[in-house]
Every structure is written in structure tokens, then in C-alpha cells.
């Protein structure tokens, strides 16, 4: 089992910049993959970027070229570095991580990203 919590999430203006940082409760070293999801007001939750235990990193296209995805195994954490943030970014981001076996998915409670214009 995985408990993970994000924090980071805040206010900023388009064109802005956050961090945000995920920290799960055991080792991240073999685990299948952790990443982030999104789900902005009104809308389903989508995926925004993985990072697998071998390092390979996918993004949303709505992303690409804008935010990266890393992992630091000695913290079990996981971060999102946003850039050049757009209005359309808002939403609450999720955390997750993919067990191989048992095959399970854990989420972590969200942290808020808000993108005024």
C-alpha cells in the first residue's frame, strides 16, 4: 500500500510558474510508474504526465514543452514543474502511483492550481 500527498498548489498569474511535489510513504524504487492527473472545474479527470521506474517520461499533449515530470528515488517524491502557465491549466491536480503486483493504483488527495488571467 501507498499513501501519497501533494502539496505546491497555489494562485498564480498566467505565464507563472509552481512546483508541485509528491511524496509517497515507502520507497518509489520499483514501482511501475507515478504521475499526475488533472481535473479542472466541470470537467473529467485527465492525465497530464507519467514517469516510469526507468526514468521514460510521457506528457499530455496540452503540456508538451511546458511542464516536466521528475522523480527522486532517495525522497520518494515525485515532482511537476509548471512553466508558462495557462488559464486552462486550473484544475485540481492528483498524484498517483501504478503497482505491479498486486496490479494497483493509488492517488493521492489533490492540490489545487488556480490560473488567473
Known amino acids: 500500500q501507498v499513501q501519497l500527498v501533494e502539496s505546491g498548489g497555489g494562485l498564480v498569474q498566467t505565464g507563472g510558474s509552481l512546483r508541485l511535489s509528491c511524496v509517497a510513504s515507502?520507497?518509489?524504487?520499483?514501482?511501475?510508474?507515478l504521475g499526475w492527473y488533472r481535473q479542472g472545474p466541470g470537467k473529467q479527470r485527465d492525465w497530464v504526465a507519467t514517469i516510469t521506474g526507468r526514468d521514460r517520461t510521457d506528457y499530455a499533449d496540452s503540456v508538451k514543452g511546458r511542464f516536466t515530470i521528475s522523480r527522486d528515488n532517495a525522497k520518494n517524491m515525485v515532482y511537476l514543474e509548471m512553466n508558462n502557465l495557462k488559464p486552462e491549466d486550473t484544475g485540481l491536480y492528483y498524484c498517483?502511483?501504478?503497482?505491479?503486483?498486486?496490479?494497483?493504483?493509488?492517488w493521492g488527495q489533490g492540490t489545487q492550481v488556480t490560473v488567473s488571467s
Open positions: 498517483y502511483a501504478d503497482i505491479l503486483i498486486p496490479r494497483t493504483t493509488y
Open positions: 515507502r520507497s518509489i524504487v520499483g514501482i511501475l510508474s
